[in-house]
């Protein structure tokens, strides 16, 4: 909305001048019912639809489930035990499979593939020449 | 002082259709919507005396309906729909008993705002109420529900049954020409 607002209607506000009479509202409400003709009115049976009788029930399955929520995120930062986090910590640095063999592979150069690849040839190429003799 | 019932539109409603409560019902609905329907209506139409009589024949209107009001749409919306529709009427009638034409420029219902005793606003206001009157009946109300009103474009979509983004480009129209209108006045 403020960001519609262009800078010139700052200056009018939001009031525009209207007043009304003391007590217009009031009175108008009281002079309004009397004023109101006899109608016919069919009786309706309006029935509240399903959301309307079970909103109640799910505002308070709501609010119980966020308590519950709120109380364990509560209890297990208050029965956290530091010696068990030094504990974990230790075996995951300790654990061999945790380390990613894509970050491994990552450390691998086009350079030393080069040379592997090299060092393959040569070693057929020496097979070849010993098998030839 | 007697507290204030709480206002629940749902048992209104219920209430609206049971003969043995209508009444009170609609006494209700007029207590919880009379103001807001009051200067939505007072802001199209201006002078307070005409507002009176307009929001009146909302409310007449509206009861004498009431049976044909089967809860599909928000009480709300129903009502403002009423009151546009009054104001819009009555801003016409207006038009022809001055022998205007309907495309006449409207700042006929703001001259006698000076002389209004319900109005006590400064020059500004009035030159903006002179600006906002210029407008074509759609854009005014789209700009003064969105302004003044604060009124989200969706429930002004469902009031006025045009999209959000028909409502969006109507009140940036509507902007501009009240910009243009107040810098050429000066």
Same mark, same amino acid.
């Given at each position: 909305m403020k960001q519609e607002d262009t800078s010139f209607l700052t200056k009018y506000g939001k009031d525009p001048g209207f007043k009304v009479p003391e007590n217009y509202f009031a009175d108008f409400n009281k002079r309004m019912v009397d004023m109101l003709p006899d109608v016919e009115i069919t009786p309706v049976d309006v029935k509240p639809t399903m959301w309307q009788r079970v909103r109640p029930l799910v505002y308070l399955a709501a609010m119980f489930a966020g308590v519950w929520c709120m109380l364990t995120v509560l209890k297990n930062v208050n029965n956290t035990?530091?010696?068990? #986090? @030094? $504990? #974990? $910590?230790?075996?995951l640095?300790?654990?061999?499979?945790?380390?990613?063999? !894509?970050i491994m592979s990552g450390s691998v150069s086009d350079y030393d593939i080069i040379n592997y690849e090299d060092s393959v040839v040569m070693s057929n190429e020496e097979?070849? &020449?010993?098998?030839?003799? | 002082m007697a507290a204030r019932e709480k206002y629940d539109e749902a048992v209104v409603v219920a209430q609206l259709h049971d003969p043995n409560q209508c009444k009170a019902a609609f006494g209700k609905v007029i207590e919880?919507? +009379?103001?807001?329907l009051y200067w939505q209506i007072r802001r199209m139409v201006i002078d307070h005396d005409d507002a009176n009589? #307009? *929001?009146?024949n909302? !409310? *007449?209107? $509206?009861?004498? +309906?009431?049976?044909? !009001?089967? @809860?599909? /749409?928000?009480l709300s919306t129903w009502l403002y729909k009423i009151a546009i529709n009054e104001s819009i009427t009555f801003v016409n009638k207006k038009k022809v008993m001055n022998q205007l034409s309907i495309d006449d420029d409207e700042s006929f219902l703001v001259n006698q705002l000076e002389s209004?005793?319900? !109005?006590d606003g400064d020059e500004a206001q009035i030159n903006l109420q002179k600006a906002i009157a210029t407008l074509p009946d759609k854009q005014r109300l789209v700009f003064n529900m969105r302004y003044y009103d604060e009124?989200?474009?969706?429930?002004? +979509?469902? &009031? *006025? @049954?045009?999209?959000? @983004?028909? *409502?969006? /480009?109507s009140y940036h129209h509507a902007v501009k020409k009240i910009e243009q209108y107040l810098s050429e006045k000066g």
């Amino acid at each position: 909305m403020k960001q519609e607002d262009t800078s010139f209607l700052t200056k009018y506000g939001k009031d525009p001048g209207f007043k009304v009479p003391e007590n217009y509202f009031a009175d108008f409400n009281k002079r309004m019912v009397d004023m109101l003709p006899d109608v016919e009115i069919t009786p309706v049976d309006v029935k509240p639809t399903m959301w309307q009788r079970v909103r109640p029930l799910v505002y308070l399955a709501a609010m119980f489930a966020g308590v519950w929520c709120m109380l364990t995120v509560l209890k297990n930062v208050n029965n956290t035990d530091p010696y068990a #986090v @030094g $504990a #974990v $910590a230790e075996k995951l640095t300790d654990d061999k499979s945790n380390v990613d063999e !894509f970050i491994m592979s990552g450390s691998v150069s086009d350079y030393d593939i080069i040379n592997y690849e090299d060092s393959v040839v040569m070693s057929n190429e020496e097979e070849v &020449i010993e098998q030839n003799d | 002082m007697a507290a204030r019932e709480k206002y629940d539109e749902a048992v209104v409603v219920a209430q609206l259709h049971d003969p043995n409560q209508c009444k009170a019902a609609f006494g209700k609905v007029i207590e919880h919507y +009379s103001s807001q329907l009051y200067w939505q209506i007072r802001r199209m139409v201006i002078d307070h005396d005409d507002a009176n009589d #307009v *929001l009146q024949n909302t !409310f *007449l209107k $509206a009861w004498t +309906s009431i049976d044909n !009001f089967r @809860g599909d /749409a928000k009480l709300s919306t129903w009502l403002y729909k009423i009151a546009i529709n009054e104001s819009i009427t009555f801003v016409n009638k207006k038009k022809v008993m001055n022998q205007l034409s309907i495309d006449d420029d409207e700042s006929f219902l703001v001259n006698q705002l000076e002389s209004d005793e319900w !109005f006590d606003g400064d020059e500004a206001q009035i030159n903006l109420q002179k600006a906002i009157a210029t407008l074509p009946d759609k854009q005014r109300l789209v700009f003064n529900m969105r302004y003044y009103d604060e009124m989200k474009y969706d429930e002004m +979509s469902e &009031i *006025l @049954g045009t999209s959000e @983004g028909a *409502l969006k /480009a109507s009140y940036h129209h509507a902007v501009k020409k009240i910009e243009q209108y107040l810098s050429e006045k000066g």
